[in-house]
């Protein structure tokens, strides 16, 4: 006989009743190791993303120096010549150490020594100066010498200012020796007062043994000339008198520039001289402007034959120099400066942020310093170098730009160069 089938019974636990706790730390385990692998996913993705690109490569084309055309001065074909513009040094024909007869160009220096005790405002006319019977004495000397001289009188009276017009553009001889004696009492005081003075300056080339550029003893360099020249123009009352062609004076009537060239190719000064030991020499300033700029050069030519042959060729001479300076331009947007190439190809051209240009004498070179920064992307304009050049008047800067994007690559250049970035 069948035994009768006893229905299943399902046993359920107890309404509530929590897993186990080995379940419980096998549960917890996986959702918390699954979040730790998408945390950490999260993670280097982000850092994927925001890693700094890596530093591109970058090749400079500009030159290391600037440039102009050269050109070939006019030198006089005689004598020795030197000359030197401001800021710009020596045009060609650099000043030496060599000594020579420097003849009236002497007279230079008494008119410093005279303003340095009688000092006069630009237009000034100064104490009046009487003259008397030693300088009658000294009129007669000079006129044994056979030296230039202006003619005076006992009791004639003239001013300061007067007095250094026949000096400088008459080159009276007779004026410097009263002008020296009027301001320091006597000869020799003027001659110890000068040689302390020059001493002073640094003008160790220089010897002064009279005040007029008659004694050959009378000594300079063109280095030292030019040195006084500048001195000379340095003060306005004698940079206006040297710069005077002509001028008509109560007491010396019309006294003519020997100097003919003021006011032609921009000379402005500053003295003639010439005796049998010097030659005809000429110590000049010229001033001229070119693309806004004011230029003064300041030159000097000894031992040349005749002033009639000297003077048109130092104008032929300066025309020539004037035309040796031009405007160079050191930058231009449109020239690139270097060349960057990111790691995902992207090139850009790297170009000067606005056009630079300076004055510049013949090929004298402009000295060029390019410095670019640690390049790894961004956009066209964005800053990345300097651009430095150091002109005759100074350090120029320009900032160095981003012709092109160099965009972010994005993030599957970013997943697949993984090495790169962190490389």
């Known amino acids: 006989m069948t035994s009768p089938i006893e229905p299943l019974v399902v046993q359920r636990s107890p309404r509530g009743r929590r897993p186990s706790a080995a379940v419980y730390r096998r549960r917890r385990l996986g959702v918390f190791g699954g979040l730790v692998v998408f945390l950490a996913l999260l ?40 000359v030197v513009a401001d800021d710009f040094g020596a045009l060609g024909l650099a000043p030496t150490s060599n000594v020579v007869p420097i003849a009236s160009m002497t007279k230079v220096i008494t008119a ?19 003259f008397g019977q030693a300088d009658i004495d000294q009129l007669d000397a000079i006129i044994a ?36 004696i009027w301001a320091y009492g006597s000869m020799d005081e003027f001659l110890a007062q000068t040689a302390a003075w020059l001493a002073e300056q640094g003008l160790n080339d220089t010897v002064v043994a009279d005040a007029s ?87 000097v030519t000894t031992g040349a034959a005749l002033q009639s042959e000297l003077q048109p060729a130092l104008a032929t001479y ?59 992307g961004g956009g066209a304009g964005t800053t990345v170098g300097t651009m430095t050049f150091d002109t005759p008047r100074g350090v120029q800067v320009v900032d160095l730009v981003l012709e092109n994007d160099l965009a972010d690559p994005g993030p599957l250049w970013r997943f697949s160069h993984v090495a790169q970035l962190f490389g």
């Open 213 to 299: 550029g008659l004694s050959a003893d009378s000594r300079s360099s063109s280095s030292d000339l030019i040195a006084i020249g500048r001195l000379a123009l340095a003060n306005p009352a004698l940079a206006a008198i040297v710069g005077t062609r002509s001028i008509e004076l109560p007491l010396f009537g019309k006294l003519v520039n020997g100097n003919t060239l003021i006011g032609t190719s921009g000379i402005t000064g500053i003295k003639t001289g010439t005796t049998e030991e010097a030659g005809a020499c000429l110590l000049y300033s010229a001033t001229f402007t070119v693309v806004r700029e004011s230029i003064t050069l300041i030159g």
């Open 112 to 130: 410093l020594m005279v303003l340095k005790v009688h000092p006069l405002e630009a237009n000034e006319p100064g104490p009046t100066i009487t």
């Open 43 to 82: 993670g280097w993705s982000t850092t994927v993303l925001a890693v700094p690109l890596p530093s591109s490569s970058t090749a400079i084309v500009q030159e290391p120096v600037v440039r102009g055309e050269l050109i070939v001065p006019a030198v006089p074909p005689f004598g020795v010549s030197a």
């Open 145 to 180: 010498q056979d030296g230039k001289y202006s003619e005076v009188s006992v009791g004639d009276t003239t001013t300061e200012r007067d007095a250094l017009y026949a000096l400088m553009l008459n080159s009276s001889n007779n004026i410097a020796n009263s002008l020296a």
């Open 318 to 376: 300066v025309a020539s120099l004037e035309a040796g300076f031009r405007e160079v331009v050191l930058a231009d947007p449109a020239q690139p400066v270097a060349t960057v190439t990111t790691l995902w190809n992207t090139t850009s051209n790297i170009v000067p942020k606005k056009s630079v240009s300076a004055v510049t004498w013949s090929d004298s070179p402009v000295s060029v310093e390019v410095r670019l920064g640690d390049i790894r």
